[in-house]
């Protein structure tokens, strides 16, 4: 029997990124069996940006890109100015690696209490396809007669039939999975973004009819958010773009039961995807050992299902579901559980 070994870069970063991290790893020995890890910790992020001034050179790229998958913990520094890290760093891994899709599952655990007392428990169970490598975060636009009384800026959404083809595609393959309910569901602002959201729409209809069991729907952005709080039930798979994506998965967390559970991946099907916590640096909680690991822990999970590890996938979210269910709430500490222990409440979960 041949005894596969994953090689995976671990990307702690900066806040409380390493903590969680930390949880995520342990989690990771716990449920490994059958294949072997070899990890390589990257050392990048706004301490090594201040040291060094690097922020990602380009042999680490190349070292990162040979991997089988990346764990990232979070990136975001106070010492440094807004954009550095996050263009440079993110969205540069994002956009050299091809990480197309931005993959974030919506899931409402068991026993977790919500900002949402109508929501039942299984009211929330959809997973949001947010483009990733176009859109507005592009890059596209720049200054004209900057500082001046006659400023302009311009940033352009930038949106490829290949780009949005290939989303698409991805959402309505994922929408077929057996554990989905075959319902995709296109978030744009079609009325307004006459261009983008045109092209949207035209690739959603056309790729429909290769997929004649996925009920197809559209809702705008604006209206998702009410959805999101008023009816979350009606969305299975949504496909989106960048920005809107953006936006609406931080909605998102909060009707999780808050941004210490939520996890996305960064994909590229056919090459190295990256999983991480989205909640970022939290410095309100550096070093104190408050911070819900649990996010990381679902970034773990993500990983282990893209490497094809379902076995293991399906352990980690038996251990995660086994933690909520003790916790009750997104916020650790608060229920008296510090970082190290909900880690712990997981691996327990894991075996049994
Ligand atoms: C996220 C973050 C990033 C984004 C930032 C840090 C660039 O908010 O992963 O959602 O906007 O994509
Ligand atoms: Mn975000």
Redesign the pocket.
Known sequence: MSYGSYRIGVLPGDGTGPEVVREGLKVLDAVRQGFDVELEEFDLGGERYLRTGEVLPDDELDRLRDKDGLLLGA??HVDVKPGI???EL??RL?FELDQYV?L?PIVRYPGVETLVPSHGEDDVNMVVV?E?SEGL?SGAGGFHRKGTAHEVAVQESINTRHGVERIVRYAFELAMRPDRRRKLTLVHKTNVLTFAGDLYQRVVDEVAREFPEVETDYVHVDACCIYFLDSPGRFDVIVTD??F??II??LGAMIQGGMGIAA?G?INPGGVSMF?P?G?TAPDHIGKGTINPLAAIGAVQMLLAQLGENDAAAKVDRGIRHATSKMKSMRAAEMGYSTGEVGDLVVEGTRA
């Open positions: 990136v975001g890290l996050e263009r993110l969205l994002r931005n974030r947010r990733n975060y960048n920005m994506g953006d998965t931080d996305g960064n991480e989205i970022g």
